[in-house]
């Protein structure tokens, strides 16, 4: 017996968006936020190692995550990438759901 799986709107749109239009809705989140002294940086690969390591080659004081909120089946199947950077990093983590 198979078991129905739909992407939520997160996920679809995950799919669809390329990754300059991901960027592009980065910069203008950041732009939105106000006047806080913030880098942001675009990295191709797995981030669940480049974002603590380019944590610690940067300088980086902290890193701020936000979390998908995937039911807890699914998270059990297939893994958190901030629980596993909040693991891996030398700097505080802040994981915003």
Do not use: C, K, W
């Not at 936020?33 to 390591?53: N, Q, R």
């Not at 950077?85 to 759901?97: F, N």
């Amino acid at each position: 017996m198979g078991t129905d799986f739909a992407l939520s709107d997160a996920d679809q749109r995950l799919l669809l968006e390329s990754s300059e239009d991901a960027e592009q809705r980065g910069v203008a989140i950041l732009e939105d936020m106000g006047d806080f002294a913030v880098e942001e940086e675009l990295l191709d690969g797995d981030p669940s190692t480049d974002i603590p390591d380019d944590a610690v080659t940067e300088g980086f004081d902290a890193i701020y995550l936000g979390h998908r909120d995937r039911s807890e089946r699914m998270e059990r199947l297939l893994g958190s990438v901030a629980n596993v950077i909040v693991e891996r990093a030398t700097v505080p983590v802040t994981v915003v759901r």
